[in-house]
């Protein structure tokens, strides 16, 4: 890892800079500035999309338009699909997202990063030079 910090002061989003294997730098939007609080400068990272649940592709595909997963949306393609409860299935993907914030685990050397389908970030401590 090159530089972290915040990307959106606002919304409290934060930004890695990787120095990729291709020896290119790589700029990384993650979800918060406090899951990479634990990493410095020359931590070797690993990233990787996660293979999620059904769920997870769901939410990715409704909000490959605006990066948003509309509720309204979603119930309306879950009726013309003649979805048997679709309220149901729409409040399950509204808290699948918030499931995956609060199950985020740092102490393992994984956190969730940013976005509607996570990726997985890997952390290992920076080789002794």
């Not at 997870?56 to 003649?82: K, Q, S």
């Amino acid at each position: 890892m090159i530089e972290k910090g915040l990307h959106d002061e606002l919304k409290g989003s934060a930004y890695l800079v990787l120095d990729g294997v291709d020896g290119r730098a790589h700029y990384l939007r993650v979800g918060s500035i406090d899951g990479i609080s634990e990493l410095s400068e020359g931590a070797v990272v690993s990233v990787g999309r996660a293979h999620g649940r059904r769920s997870d592709h769901t939410i990715a595909r409704l909000a490959a338009y605006d990066g948003i997963h509309d509720p309204e949306r979603h119930r309306t393609e879950l009726a013309r699909a003649n979805a048997t409860d679709p309220e149901a299935l729409v409040e399950a993907h509204v808290r699948r997202p918030e499931a995956l914030q609060r199950g985020a685990d740092t102490s393992s050397g994984c956190l969730m990063a940013g976005g509607v389908y996570p990726k997985i970030i890997s952390t290992a401590p920076a080789p002794m030079m």
